[in-house]
């Protein structure tokens, strides 16, 4: 290929590239002013790495941008959400990745599959997160990653003075905790802990939402599945959650469990990796953070929260789907009823049986009772 034809064929992805830029930018800025926000100029060069990074995961699977099976609106609510939360996928090590997946989707009553872009928060972004967010933080120091084989002493606590954790690094063993040492406001510094035994909860989410569309070849599918064929299948899915509750984190090496685990998790190259990145966002996220405006608390709680996606990804996928079937009343047709009233006696008549009414020889003598009171008091 000649210099020139290389010349045009990088002029032509950064004019593809700006074309895409120039159509999502406006509309995350719309919305983030909608919202209160206004953006700075990090925020804007967040949202333009985020298209760098998605528009590359794009072409690593051979998708256009203007393929009618890409869904474009979850690539707008990923941008603005690394917009509003400040998450820069150009930053090293990353704040934050995008992937592909397969998702069926209603289109016109049918079932269509569509790939869809995917955002997640790595160890670092939840790190950005707090050092922008964090309630009453100063600085988030360099956090310490504890071994087997260091001597490492906890925090002890007397009233309201706190003696601070010892820490003698070895460099032998594997990661047992993390700790992050975070000055606050006031100039007081506090010790937050993650422990590993605590990423077993982790996995067990992991296994869950793995976990959520197999039938163990009971039925073609969840959604066709018959009633007692959904019974069987959960009590399948139970059998492999209690397994792993059991194990803990030694499920991983359980050869039966393979199939439910990703390989991210399960292979020696990145397990180690993965256990501190979740030991490290256990400890971040329970540090409360003051977001300032209710829609950046809302994109955080959404992207944080995998429950939250998973279920509304469900409602979305089979909302309105079954048919509600009533039968129909027999219909009765109306008759009015007729009613009879009484005529009307002559006035004279009336005036005459007044008067001839019993008068009481004396009048009915009312007795007031006293007020029944719950509460005793004082007698004069």
């Given at each position: 290929m000649s210099n020139q034809n290389q010349v045009a064929t990088q002029a032509d992805f950064q004019t593809g590239l700006t074309?895409?830029?120039?159509?999502?930018?406006?509309?995350?800025?719309?919305?983030?002013?909608?919202?209160?926000?206004?953006?700075?100029?990090?925020q804007k060069q967040c949202v333009m790495n985020a298209i760098s990074s998605i528009n590359s995961?794009?072409?690593?699977?051979?998708?256009?941008?203007?393929?009618?099976?890409?869904?474009?609106?979850?690539?707008?609510?990923?941008?603005?959400?690394?917009?509003?939360?400040?998450?820069?996928?150009?930053?090293?090590?990353?704040?934050?990745?995008?992937?592909?997946r397969n998702i069926k989707m209603q289109k016109d009553?049918?079932?269509?599959?569509?790939?869809?872009v995917e955002m997640g928060i790595e160890g670092d972004g939840n790190d950005a997160i707090l050092s922008n967010f964090g309630r009453g933080v100063e600085e988030v120091h360099q956090y310490w990653l504890v071994r087997s084989g260091d001597h490492f002493e906890y925090p002890k606590y007397k009233?309201?003075?706190?003696?601070?954790?010892?820490?003698?690094?070895?460099?032998?063993?594997?990661?047992?905790?993390?700790?992050?040492p975070i000055t606050k406001k006031g100039g007081r510094v506090e010790y937050y802990i993650g422990e590993r035994e605590d990423v077993a909860k982790n996995l067990i989410a992991?296994?869950?939402?793995?976990?959520?569309?197999?039938?163990?070849?009971?039925?073609?599918?969840?959604?066709?599945?018959?009633?007692?064929?959904?019974?069987?299948?959960?009590?399948?899915?139970?059998?492999?959650i209690k397994k792993v509750e059991e194990q803990g984190l030694n499920a991983l090496d359980d050869e039966s469990l393979d199939a439910y685990i990703s390989p991210a998790w399960k292979d020696s190259q990145s397990?180690?990796?993965?256990?501190?990145?979740?030991?490290?966002?256990?400890?971040?996220?329970?540090?409360?953070?003051?977001?300032?405006?209710?829609?950046?608390?809302?994109?955080?709680?959404?992207?944080?929260d995998e429950?939250?996606?998973?279920?509304?990804?469900?409602?979305?996928?089979?909302?309105?789907?079954?048919?509600?079937?009533?039968?129909?009343?027999?219909?009765?047709?109306?008759?009015?009823?007729k009613e009879s009233y009484p005529e009307e006696a002559p006035a004279e008549e009336q005036v005459n049986k007044t008067e001839k009414q019993p008068v009481p020889d004396k009048e009915p003598v009312i007795i007031d009772a006293e007020p029944v009171?719950?509460?005793e008091g004082p007698v004069f």
């Open positions: 074309k895409i830029s120039n159509t999502f930018f406006p509309m995350i800025e719309k919305q983030l002013c909608g919202n209160g926000i206004d953006m700075d100029h990090y995961v794009l072409d690593v699977k051979g998708i256009k941008w203007t393929d009618a099976g890409l869904d474009k609106n979850n690539i707008t609510q990923i941008l603005l959400t690394t917009a509003a939360l400040k998450l820069n996928a150009a930053a090293s090590p990353r704040e934050v990745y995008f992937q592909t009553g049918n079932d269509v599959w569509m790939k869809q009233g309201i003075e706190m003696t601070p954790p010892e820490w003698a690094p070895s460099g032998k063993g594997e990661v047992v905790r993390v700790v992050y992991h296994v869950k939402n793995n976990l959520m569309n197999e039938t163990f070849g009971i039925a073609e599918s969840r959604y066709k599945a018959t009633a007692k064929q959904k019974v069987e299948i959960d009590a399948k899915k139970k059998e492999i397990r180690e990796a993965m256990i501190i990145r979740k030991m490290r966002n256990n400890v971040v996220k329970k540090i409360p953070k003051d977001f300032g405006n209710a829609f950046v608390e809302m994109t955080y709680d959404q992207a944080e429950g939250y996606s998973r279920i509304r990804k469900e409602i979305n996928e089979n909302a309105n789907q079954e048919i509600l079937d009533f039968d129909e009343p027999e219909s009765v047709p109306y008759e009015p009823k009171t719950t509460q």
